[in-house]
């Protein structure tokens, strides 16, 4: 399947509007940015999904930075 052109004739024809990553980074620093596992989160049009894909991101993020932080904790203890 073939991903369709985002050209201005297909905006008019179908209302279609792509947020920017640029954009999408903006309005999740805005409500805080805070991507820990017990925060939800509601991406109602999806589209390209950047939201959801950044949303992912930063919930990657804040799992691995917890990952290591435990296992230098851990590690500090053994010693």
Do not use: W
Request: with cysteine; aromatic share 4%; charged share 30%.
């Amino acid at each position: 399947m073939t991903t369709p052109a985002k050209s201005r004739q297909r905006i008019i024809d179908h209302d279609e509007v792509f947020t920017p990553p640029a954009l999408v980074n903006a309005m999740l620093d805005l409500v805080g940015g805070n991507a820990s596992a017990s925060i939800r989160f509601l991406e109602p049009a999806c589209g390209d999904g950047n939201f959801l894909a950044e949303v992912l991101r930063r919930k990657r993020l804040v799992e691995q930075t917890s990952r290591k932080r435990e296992r230098r904790i851990k590690t500090t203890i053994r010693r």
